[in-house]
Every structure is written in structure tokens, then in C-alpha cells.
């Protein structure tokens, strides 16, 4: 089974068991044509074009003052499977390979929204270093042989991905970041429950991030902190989510008050909390990276 995805300006051409991944035969021309004629880019991001409008009786196309939002850009590469179970396994595979490489990589016909990046390593903070593309996708099958009976498993590692990539669309609102990092870290939660089940009572919203950085020995960022028996970004979740408040405003009226955070950047920590989790829960929580600092833009080497 095999299946085309994109956009990857870069050429890729491996083998790993089953797996190969390769070029379109028109790759380099697709990535030509891309850098000349798409005029929607700006600074590594290239966005939804404005929205077209057809009147069915004079076949008239007329331009919108609003973007399409759900938009398409060209494959550039195709994914072969010899033992692929269905397309789900093919997608997951493509799914991993987006977080892997730091952009967002489709199948779908229309399968980005908003924007996207088009330079690779925008939307993680690491790069592999002694391990290949290879071992990624190695790491990805291993993880879905083991958990492809439970169909959520997957689905909830693409969907912890989407949202983490969608958190980082430059025209969010603080507000909106901040939802889209904390769904992302929802679904981590409930993959790591999964690989760590409990008989007793589930941890509260306020504990969860503690007890899943115990479970990987990631030091426990400060803004999750239950010394206090809450925590400071459980109080900011339940405002914004059940109270439409963040940070005492209407949403869309105020940013993360990092100055009444015991973190400098809770929104930067957030993000690199949950490249590490996804790390670890695809099956390489003893890599040093997931135990890097969270609290830094620097960007780390990945080891699988």
C-alpha cells in the first residue's frame, strides 16, 4: 500500500523493513514551482489564500475579503507500506514524521489550515543527531504494532501533534495558544493513563502534568507545580475554559501574564513539555532529550 503526501521541500529516500519512503518523480519541479508562483509566504509560513467564490449561473469567480482557511499544497513525496494494515497506519507514519521533521506534512487533497510552515524544523525544538529518519519511523512502527488495537492510541499521538502544530499559527491570539497547547497536553495525558494505568481515582486537572513528568522523570515545570495543592496553570485552564476569562479579560483581551507567572515564558515551557512527552511516549523515554530544560529556546539534539 503506498500513498503521497506533503509539503517537504527536501528530498527524502529510505528504507526501513517494510517501510520506503521516496521522492515523486516531479519532486524537483514541484519544489521550483512552489518557491516561484506561491506569492502566500511570509518569514518560513506559507498561508491560506483568499477565498474564491463561483456564481453558479454566469460561471463569474469572484475574490473574498477572507481567507479559505482549509487549504492545499503539492505532495512531493510517497510513503510505501508492504505490510500496511490500512491507510490509518500509512497516515500515522505521516503524522510522526511531521512531528520528526517539525512541519506539517498531509495526505489529505486539502489537508492545512490557516498556515503552515514550509521550511522543516519550525514547529519542534530539536533535530535528530546520530539517529536518521530511519530510526524515527522505526520508532513510529514500533509504537503502532503495539498499540494498533486500541484504535484511539494512534489517533490521540496525531491529534497531541495537530494541536501543538496549530498552537503555533503566528496570527493566535494568547488565549487560543494557550487551549491548543493544553488540549495537546490532554492527549498526552490520556496516552500516558494508557501506558501507565491506575485502579485507583484518575489525577485532577491540577495534577496530571506532575504525574506524568514523574512517570518519565521530567522535572516538573514550576507553573505545574502542586507544592501549593493547586496549581497556576489549572487555575488559567478553568478560567479560560468554563469561565471565558484569561487573565481576569474576555478572551482575546489579554496574553499569559507571565509577570504574574513563576515562569518567565509558561506558553514557550508548554510547548517543549509536550515535544518531550511525545518523545516519550513513542517509546524513547530515556533519551536525553526528553529530560532537557523546558524553560529555554534553545534547540536540542535528539538521540533515538
Known amino acids: 500500500m503506498k500513498v503521497q503526501f506533503g509539503f517537504y521541500p527536501l528530498s527524502i529516500n529510505l528504507s526501513e523493513g517494510p517501510i520506503c519512503i521516496s521522492d515523486l518523480s516531479d519532486f524537483e519541479t514541484t519544489v521550483a514551482d512552489f518557491q516561484s508562483e506561491i506569492d502566500e509566504k511570509f518569514e518560513g509560513w506559507v498561508y491560506a489564500p483568499l477565498q474564491l467564490r463561483r456564481n453558479f449561473v454566469s460561471g463569474e469567480v469572484i475574490q473574498l475579503p477572507y481567507s479559505a482557511r482549509v487549504f492545499r499544497l503539492p505532495k512531493t513525496h510517497k510513503i510505501e507500506h508492504a505490510k500496511a494494515e490500512g491507510i490509518d497506519h500509512l497516515e500515522f507514519h505521516v503524522w510522526c514524521l511531521s512531528f520528526f521533521l517539525g512541519m506539517r506534512l498531509t495526505t489529505k487533497e486539502a489537508g492545512f489550515v490557516d498556515a503552515t510552515p514550509y521550511l522543516p524544523h519550525k514547529l519542534n525544538d530539536f533535530v535528530l543527531s546520530n539517529s536518521t529518519l530511519a530510526h524515527a519511523v ?36 494568547s488565549y487560543e495558544r494557550f487551549m491548543y497547547l493544553y488540549t495537546a497536553i490532554d492527549a498526552c495525558f490520556a496516552m500516558v493513563l494508557t501506558l501507565f494505568p491506575l485502579s485507583g481515582r484518575r489525577p485532577t486537572h491540577a495534577a496530571r502534568i506532575e504525574w506524568m513528568c514523574q512517570q518519565f522523570d521530567i522535572d516538573v515545570p514550576s507553573w505545574a507545580s502542586m507544592d501549593s495543592g493547586a496549581t497556576e496553570i489549572s487555575m ?49 523515554p530515556k533519551s536525553r532529550y526528553v529530560h532537557s530544560p523546558l524553560n529555554t529556546r534553545q534547540r536540542y539534539r535528539l538521540e533515538l
Open 138 to 173: 522505526q520508532v513510529s512502527e514500533e509504537f503502532w504494532k503495539k498499540y494498533k488495537s486500541d484504535v484511539r492510541m494512534p489517533k490521540r499521538l496525531a491529534g497531541a501533534v495537530h494541536a501543538l502544530f496549530l498552537s503555533q499559527y503566528p496570527q493566535n491570539l
Open 236 to 284: 488559567v485552564r478553568n478560567d479560560t475554559f468554563h469561565e471565558a476569562l484569561f487573565f481576569d479579560e474576555p478572551l482575546g483581551f489579554s496574553t499569559y501574564d507571565n509577570a504574574r507567572s513563576s515562569a518567565r515564558h509558561v506558553e514557550l515551557e508548554m510547548e517543549a513539555l509536550v515535544c518531550r512527552l511525545i518523545v516519550a511516549i513513542l517509546g524513547r
